[in-house]
């Protein structure tokens, strides 16, 4: 089977996505989290359809209950406890009167894409997006990932990244001179991750 390249999905990263929308994300994360910030990241991300407009003239403030909630998950998290801060935020925002939109029995969805992408944003070296293309691609690898199991989309994506680790650190050491943010944080802590991140995605359906 012919998969997109890892060398494509780094360029067309790079080219199309990294300067001025995720180096800004993860720069303006780093320094406040605030609604400007969380609405654009729901744009870019699509995830906006997440979360119904509470307010008529001001979108931003639609996301303003988001940031205690996303603040917590990202205080103190880690590659141990990735799974569960993501599954708590979820849940936190879920149990949020009309912050999220009603699947069709009428009950507030369990936003897990959408926490993922937030927090992969404040700690990218760490967070890991839950994306439906990319879990179709996991499911055509071989993996058990059923809809809305986060713990065993990491593990699934986990399992990728450590079988396809020669081919990824050879694309990602090239490109990581490229992707610099301000602040402590290193593109060698986080690209080899997103870069098999963009990889699914691409594969994916």
Same mark, same amino acid.
């Given at each position: 089977?012919? +998969?997109?390249?890892?060398?494509?999905?780094?360029?067309? +990263?790079?080219?199309?996505?990294?300067?001025?929308?995720?180096?800004?994300?993860?720069?303006?994360?780093?320094?406040?989290?605030?609604?400007?910030?969380?609405?654009e990241?729901?744009?870019?991300?699509?995830?906006?359809?997440?979360?119904?407009?509470? !307010?008529?003239?001001?979108?931003?403030? #639609?996301?303003?209950?988001?940031?205690?909630?996303? !603040?917590?998950?990202?205080?103190?998290? @880690?590659?141990?406890?990735?799974i569960?801060?993501?599954?708590?935020?979820? *849940?936190?925002?879920?149990?949020?009167?009309?912050?999220?939109?009603?699947?069709?029995?009428?009950? %507030?969805?369990?936003?897990?894409?959408?926490?993922?992408?937030?927090?992969?944003?404040?700690? %990218? #070296?760490?967070?890991?997006? +839950?994306?439906?293309?990319?879990?179709?691609?996991?499911?055509? =690898?071989?993996?058990?990932?059923? *809809?809305?199991?986060?713990g065993? +989309?990491?593990?699934?994506?986990?399992?990728?990244? @450590?079988?396809? !680790?020669?081919?990824?650190?050879?694309?990602?050491?090239?490109?990581?001179?490229?992707?610099?943010?301000?602040?402590? =944080?290193?593109?060698? #802590?986080w690209? %080899?991750?997103? =870069? =098999?991140?963009?990889?699914?995605? !691409?594969?994916?359906?």
């Open positions: 089977m012919e +998969y997109v390249e890892f060398k494509k999905c780094a360029e067309k +990263y790079l080219n199309n996505r990294w300067v001025g929308i995720e180096k800004s994300f993860i720069e303006k994360m780093n320094s406040s989290i605030n609604e400007s910030i969380l609405n990241i729901a744009a870019s991300f699509i995830i906006s359809r997440q979360f119904p407009r509470r !307010s008529s003239s001001d979108r931003n403030s #639609d996301f303003s209950p988001v940031i205690a909630p996303l !603040s917590q998950a990202i205080d103190g998290v @880690s590659h141990i406890n990735i569960a801060r993501v599954e708590k935020m979820a *849940d936190d925002l879920r149990a949020i009167p009309g912050l999220v939109k009603h699947n069709a029995a009428g009950n %507030p969805d369990r936003p897990i894409s959408a926490c993922s992408k937030f927090i992969w944003c404040g700690r %990218p #070296d760490v967070g890991v997006i +839950y994306d439906r293309r990319a879990r179709t691609f996991l499911r055509k =690898l071989g993996h058990s990932v059923p *809809d809305g199991d986060y065993a +989309y990491v593990r699934a994506f986990r399992a990728e990244l @450590s079988k396809r !680790s020669e081919a990824i650190s050879a694309v990602s050491s090239t490109y990581e001179p490229l992707l610099v943010v301000s602040g402590p =944080l290193s593109a060698a #802590d690209f %080899p991750s997103k =870069l =098999l991140d963009l990889w699914l995605y !691409s594969n994916g359906s």
